[in-house]
């Protein structure tokens, strides 16, 4: 209690401190709705559209930036316009024109012009980092998800023949037909950038001189990541290692301007500190940390409104890595029972014996209050391409004893292991998950261990870190509403998580491939089913159960409810900052 006490008064100076810099600036107002304060227990490892692929950053950046076009209410299927007021395509689908809107002010007060979307798009195929969701767009545009250093047929020319401007038009061509590129386009990766300020700064200057040094450039520290300028309604104050602070931007171009003056997002670890604020009133959203939280600790209480049975398009499952990088969480780094060969996961009976040994009933149970239902396949079951009639792994011990003792060739159930497996830091039902399955692991075998690691947000989703981890939770929102964007980024070898899993499977890449290359529905219902089975014989992931959404808010907030709520938001709400309200 004492230490809540000392976070608490930490908490609220920081605050006090960040509104006073807003007053300094001259841009808070006086009010009870002036401040939507939002505790979290990650931090935000980037600001720069190029680079976010992470829902942290993306709630920051939904609301500093805009792109092209986005959904319409709670819509997942049905597009509106932001900055392009209208379009049109050829009759092959392969060309896009784009009118652009007009009077539209940066925060930086540059004028938005169709150069700036232009530099955009050209950005983010050259850079196309491993950090970044550019993989798709760069599929869609150039007929590869690689970047110039790992595909030498991208050029310069075949960049900018790809995205140009004809006046103030964008004109977007592909190689060939893509059904989902429109909903792509409104994926928050894709929003457009301030050009001019860009550059200013230190960033690319878009420019075919310079082009082949940007390849590939990491963009999580980049100056644009520090110094952001979009078209967003709300602009950047201050971001620091604990908060991020946010003002609404007085040029705004939209009709619905923003109501709530002040934005705080603030890291909080401690889960008790964050209930305490929330309860008090001094947070209007939070990271519960749970269904089983919210029950218990805040359902029912003065000042507390919860919306549940909300659409979940989160897709979940503990992945394991089939060949560990040197320096990762090897432990001996021998099959002697002190640690784990890197390639301890390529043994599918390995994997297997972890599927089996996870308890996906107990799970919902205890953490989903009896909600939610077991997943054969790691794609939302809402979407097309789900085989309802595929049986989801069942927890059996005895299943799991048997395949660890074939393991190997019996060394497994011989010499046995001990294996370090991470979970993001302050994530309670991450960390409840891994404990009843290291409980169910260990107790197949004395000889069996398993280490329970938390770690920061930022550094288990960057590139450079992931090879190193034998087991993480690997989850997904959809980028756009197709099932190929779960398929692919959890299944194919190129995809998001197949390279960080080292899983290699020529059979999986084919029907992946022939999936999303065809437009007959029933075609790819057949593909995908195959794909599932697959999968599940191969056991790739501990898939995680579906769970309904809930998630709690301060009763005076306005504009929270289920016809504003769309998961394609990363924000927990579900719609933007703007169409809130604090009385």
């Known amino acids: 209690m004492k230490r809540n006490k000392i976070f608490g008064a930490v908490a609220f100076t920081t605050l006090a401190m960040t ?26 490892p980037t600001l720069d559209p190029g680079t976010t692929y992470d829902t942290a950053s993306g709630q920051v950046v939904e609301n500093l930036y805009e792109t092209l076009v986005g959904y319409k209410g709670s819509s997942l299927t049905e597009l509106e316009p ?27 007060g540059n004028d938005f012009t169709c150069a700036d979307a232009e530099y955009t798009l050209r950005r983010n195929l050259v850079t196309n980092t491993a950090d970044s969701g550019n993989w798709f767009i760069s599929e869609s545009l150039l007929g590869t998800p690689a970047n110039a250093n790992d595909d030498k047929s991208v050029t310069w020319q075949r960049i900018t023949d790809a995205v140009k401007c004809d006046g103030n038009v964008l004109v977007l061509k592909l190689p060939k037909t893509d059904p989902a590129f429109l909903a792509k386009l409104a994926y928050v990766g894709q929003a457009i950038v301030d050009s001019k300020h860009a550059t200013e700064i230190g960033e690319w200057d878009g420019t075919e ?31 620091d290692a604990t908060s991020v602070t946010a003002t609404a931007f007085d040029g705004y171009w939209g009709e619905q301007k923003p109501s709530i003056k002040n934005v705080i997002i603030q890291k909080v670890p401690e889960q008790a500190a964050r ?16 269904r089983p939280i919210i029950s218990s600790q805040l359902s029912g209480k003065d000042g507390v409104a919860v919306l549940d049975d909300l659409p979940n398009t989160v897709a979940a499952g503990f992945s394991m890595n089939q060949n560990i990088a040197k320096g990762g969480a090897l432990g001996s780094g021998k099959l002697d029972g002190q640690g784990i060969p890197a390639n301890f996961f390529s043994d599918v009976d390995v994997r297997r014996g972890f599927v089996a040994a996870f308890d996906v009933p107990t799970y919902i149970e205890q953490v989903q209050e009896g909600k939610g239902a077991a997943r054969n396949f790691l794609l939302p079951d809402s979407f097309p391409g789900y085989d309802t009639n595929l049986e989801a792994p069942e927890f059996n011990p005895e299943v799991a004893r048997a395949a660890f003792q074939r393991a190997w060739g019996g060394q497994v159930w011989e010499n046995g292991f001990t294996v370090s497996i991470s979970y993001r830091a302050g994530a309670q039902t991450q960390q409840t998950a891994m404990e009843l399955l290291k409980k169910n692991i260990e107790a197949l075998n004395p000889k069996f261990r398993v280490n329970i690691v938390a770690k920061e947000w930022s550094e288990l989703i960057k590139s450079d870190n992931a090879p190193k981890e034998a087991m993480i939770l690997s989850a997904w929102a959809p980028d756009y509403a197709d099932p190929d964007n779960f398929v692919t980024t959890f299944y194919a070898s190129t995809g998001y998580y197949g390279p960080r899993l ?10 992946i491939t022939e999936a999303r290359s065809t437009t007959d529905q029933a075609k790819r219902d057949e593909l995908y089913a195959q794909i599932a089975r697959r999968a599940q014989d191969q056991a790739y992931y501990v898939v995680m159960p579906a769970s309904p959404t809930v998630f709690t808010y301060r009763d005076n907030i306005s504009g929270v409810g289920e016809a504003t709520f769309n998961p394609m938001n990363a924000f927990r709400a579900g719609t933007y900052w703007k169409n809130l309200s604090k009385s």
Not at 218 to 232: F, V
Not at 275 to 290: H, S
């Open 82 to 108: 932001l900055l392009a007021t209208e379009w049109e395509a050829n009759d092959a689908g392969t060309e896009y024109r784009f009118t652009l809107r007009e009077g539209v002010k940066f925060h930086s």
């Open 209 to 239: 001189a310079t082009w082949k040094e940007a390849v590939g450039q990491d963009l999580m520290g980049s100056p644009l990541a520090q110094k952001p300028s979009g078209t967003g309604a709300y602009k950047l104050v201050g971001k």
């Open 275 to 290: 209930i305490q604020a929330f309860l008090k009133g001094d947070a209007d959203f939070i990271e519960e940390g749970g």
């Open 19 to 44: 509104l006073a810099a807003c007053n300094n600036e001259g841009n808070a107002s006086d009010g009870a709705g002036s401040t939507l304060v939002i505790q979290e227990s990650a931090d935000i």
């Open 502 to 511: 080292n899983a290699k499977d020529p059979e999986m890449d084919a029907l």
